[in-house]
Antibody
Framework: EVHLVESGGGLVQPGGSLRLSCAAS????????MHWVRQAPGKGLVWVSR????????GYADSVKGRFTISRDDAKNTLYLQLNSLRVEDTAVYHC????????????WGQGTLVTVSS | SSELTQPPSVSVSPGQTARITCSGD??????AYWYQQKSGQAPVLVIY???KRPSGIPERFSGSSSGTMATLTISGAQVEDEADYYC????????????FGGGTKLTVL
């Protein structure tokens, strides 16, 4: 069974940094592209970032490009998202998701970790 | 930039057919995907590649796509289908970016 567990969220001041982690199990992590998707309180899903199975290809939403960095450690079956220069509008639950085998879409999702940016 | 547009809300009575639309200029060239999100839960994939249903998703869920519009149809909607539904696709920028619609709140009562 696919299992994704995010951690690393918390309260941070504007301009601060956090690193989110996503521990994966139940599938061959190194074979799959992975995504991060966020959801502000009471709002809709927003795609954030994506990384290829070998880590060589990444993509970012315009709103986070240059501030967030996606990476992975296949030896640890873990996906990361480094969040820098955080803004109040980055406040959200951050979900990691595995990409489907047949295309560029998330199929299995974690429950998410809450990031709150506030002074 | 690319956008996917959904109606904010759809309401049906139990047993009726619910249709949720998603429009976007990229959809003639890109697949649409649909997710169900119940309150406080992670999203669940209910339709992929326009029309395909993952294992475990009830047959009452179906998808279609024509031109710039994709549609999620729930035939004989049940009370337990009440949730937020999001369409998803990828943009044509070549930058490996995903895109969600704004979401549709389905009320079944």
């Amino acid at each position: 069974e696919v299992h994704l567990v995010e951690s690393g969220g918390g309260l941070v001041q504007p301009g601060g940094s956090l690193r989110l982690s996503c521990a994966a199990s139940g599938f061959t992590f190194s074979s799959y592209w992975m995504h991060w998707v966020r959801q502000a309180p009471g709002k809709g899903l927003v795609w954030v970032s994506r990384i290829s199975s070998d880590g060589s290809i990444t993509g970012y939403a315009d709103s986070v490009k240059g501030r967030f960095t996606i990476s992975r450690d296949d030896a640890k079956n873990t996906l990361y998202l480094q969040l820098n220069s955080l803004r109040v509008e980055d406040t959200a639950v951050y979900h990691c998701a595995r990409e489907g085998a047949t295309g560029s879409y998330p199929d299995y999702w974690g429950q998410g970790t809450l990031v709150t940016v506030s002074s | 930039s690319s956008e996917l547009t959904q109606p904010p809300s759809v309401s049906v009575s139990p047993g009726q057919t619910a249709r949720i639309t998603c429009s976007g200029d990229e959809l003639p060239k890109k697949y649409a995907y649909w997710y169900q999100q119940k309150s406080g839960q992670a999203p669940v994939l209910v339709i992929y590649e326009d029309t395909k249903r993952p294992s475990g998703i009830p047959e009452r869920f179906s998808g279609s796509s024509s031109g710039t519009m994709a549609t999620l149809t729930i035939s004989g909607a049940q009370v337990e289908d009440e949730a937020d539904y999001y369409c998803y696709s990828t943009d044509n920028s070549g930058h490996h970016r995903g895109l969600f619609g704004g979401g549709t709140k389905l009320t079944v009562l």
